[in-house]
């Protein structure tokens, strides 16, 4: 099993790395010079400085924070970076808890429900763009729009779930089933078993099981289980015994005790189709709104200023974002947690997260940020009507600025 998923994952490095050749090969089209439309001559030309000067740095600094339409657009970038991020962080972690999936599924998820169809937003959005060519406030209200719809779909996920994982006894304390006390088993590590009666116990140890049997390099059989009800028959403990052949065991088989395989019992659950569906929509939707929100980024100020106020979001989003990101949402995470792994009586990492708080926790907060995301679009919208997203268009089109009155037509 080893070699074959070695095997799966060169191939997938392979296919990957043969399409980044291919798409950087195409940067060999592009012309060596590219062709600049004529302008008309300008009416004046002024003398310009050659080189900035060290007090100009401070100067262009003030413009920038004197922009409000560029401080809240700076502010929404930020909050719009947080919840994206923090989602993406911990969605695999997420996936596995809320809807059982093993780690490479959930990964796959992650990619081709979130990434991939964020990229499909941003292209869309970019055709349109330039096929309807909107005013300032039309893109300022749709970015605003996109919050909107990502924080009330946040808040929608929240109702998609599988069922709660059902546990006999899920403590680290000592107070144990009476049935495997005297195992003492408070210090055990967290490797959970699956009984027949379709309950998880924490270890074999709490389930009281004396003898085990390995099935293959992740399963085991664990057998003569005192804690384990063996008058009731579990889908999931036999369908692992149907599949591996390995013992035939039958409900008047049975007699000493029950038995139980390695592995949580959760059951089928198909609300992860339902999830990925919706998660993939507000994707979409949300990355629509990117190309929308640089373009007013870059009209708001002026034009020798853009590169400085790329800058200045770029940093904030760099330390008011990126850095606390990752903390925040690991902190709404850890604080699902019900269970630490115990090794050597030191706690250690967390096996076990409270279903509901974690969806409260984790949506919850990637949906908040998002609101408040959503109200300083508003306040950019409000102040947008400023903004002239086509000055070139503007200037070079007779039509869009009175004539002059012709002396030649007045003889």
């Known amino acids: 099993m080893m070699i ?6 060169g191939g997938c490095m392979v296919f990957i790395a043969g399409f980044v050749v291919i798409l950087s090969s195409l940067m060999f089209c592009f012309p060596k010079q590219i062709r600049q439309s004529p302008l008309p001559p300008p009416p004046k030309k002024i003398k310009e400085k050659n080189e900035p000067l060290f007090k100009d740095f401070f100067a262009t600094i003030k413009r920038q924070l004197t922009n409000d339409i560029l401080m809240w657009r700076t502010a929404s970038s930020v909050l719009h970076l947080m919840p994206i991020s923090g989602v993406y962080s911990f969605l695999p972690k997420y996936l596995e808890k809320q809807f059982r999936l093993p780690t490479h599924d959930a990964n796959l998820v992650s990619g081709l429900g979130g990434i991939l169809v964020m990229g499909l937003g941003i292209i869309t959005s970019g055709v349109v763009i330039l096929k309807l060519v909107p005013s300032a406030r039309q893109v300022a209200a749709w970015t605003a729009a996109t919050a ?43 490797s959970p078993v699956c009984g027949q009666d379709s309950y998880t116990y924490m270890s074999p140890c709490q389930a009281g099981c004396q003898s085990s049997k390995q099935l293959d390099n992740n399963t085991w059989y664990y057998s003569d289980c005192e804690c384990v009800n063996n008058n009731t028959i579990g889908d999931k ?23 139980a395989v390695s592995g949580e019992c959760g059951g089928s659950c198909n609300q992860i189709y339902l999830f990925i569906a919706i998660f993939a929509a507000i994707m979409f939707v949300h990355a629509s709104g990117e190309v929308g929100a640089v373009l ?12 400085m106020a790329m800058g200045v979001i770029q940093f904030a989003i760099g330390v008011f974002g990126n850095v606390p990101c990752p903390i925040v949402f690991g902190a709404a995470v850890d604080a699902a947690c019900r269970l630490r792994d115990v090794a ?18 984790f949506l919850g907060l990637s ?10 679009d508003m306040l950019v919208w ?15 089109t007779p039509q869009d600025a009175p004539l002059a009155p012709n002396p030649d037509t007045q003889l």
């Open 148 to 190: 909107a719809i990502y924080s009330a779909g946040m808040i929608l996920l929240m109702f998609v779930s599988c069922p709660e994982e059902s546990f006999r006894v899920l403590s680290t304390t000592n107070n144990n089933l009476t049935c495997s006390v005297g195992c003492h088993c408070e210090n055990s590590s967290y």
């Open 344 to 361: 050597c009586g030191v706690l250690g990492g967390c096996v076990s997260y409270d279903s509901d708080s974690l969806r409260h926790f």
């Open 237 to 259: 403990a036999y369908k692992i015994l149907e599949r591996y052949d390995a013992v035939n065991v039958t409900y008047e088989d049975i007699s000493n005790g029950g038995f």
């Open 382 to 396: 409000s102040r947008a009507g400023r903004i002239d997203m086509n000055p070139g268009e503007r200037q070079d």
């Open 367 to 376: 949906s908040g940020l998002m609101f408040l995301a959503f109200i300083m």
């Open 4 to 9: 074959r998923d070695g095997l799966e994952l």
């Open 296 to 307: 007013l980024i870059i009209r708001c100020t002026d034009k020798h200023d853009k590169a």
